[in-house]
């Protein structure tokens, strides 16, 4: 069982920068992937980014990113990190982070683990 807590979120004027946390509790976290999913009123829910769990953190970005945002990950803190920069009026969204030990990364129904989710609002 793997419990997930996000924090970061708030209110910034376009261009400027957040960095959001996902914070886990449970056993053997590091052998989890954890990837951040977004999801704006009215819209489905879309993948953000994802790093991949052991040694090998191995890292995914959804096509709208374009080197804007990182992901990261601390394992001796439990802690996974997703550094936003430039952001865009359109990046406005509740952010959740998200743990699994499956495939298909990119995919929320991949993902088993899910925290409360984060605001992010972006303003013009």
């Known amino acids: 069982q793997v419990q997930l807590v996000e924090s970061g979120g708030g209110l910034v004027q376009a261009g400027g920068s957040l960095r959001l946390s996902c914070a886990a509790s449970g056993r053997t976290f590091d052998r989890y992937s954890v990837g951040w999913f977004r999801q704006a009123p009215g819209k489905e829910r879309e993948f953000v980014a994802t790093?991949?769990?052991?040694?090998?953190?191995?890292?995914f970005y959804g096509d709208f990113v374009k080197g804007r945002f990182k992901i990261s990950r601390v394992n001796a803190n439990d802690t996974v990190f997703l550094q936003m920069n430039n952001l865009k009026p359109e990046d406005t969204a509740v952010y959740y982070c998200?743990?699994?030990?499956?495939?298909?990364?990119?995919?929320?129904?991949?993902?088993?683990?899910w925290g409360q989710g984060t605001q992010v609002t972006v303003s013009s």
């Open positions: 790093i991949t769990g052991w040694s090998a953190a191995d890292t």
């Open positions: 998200a743990a699994t030990r499956n495939s298909g990364l990119e995919s929320s129904q991949s993902y088993d683990y």
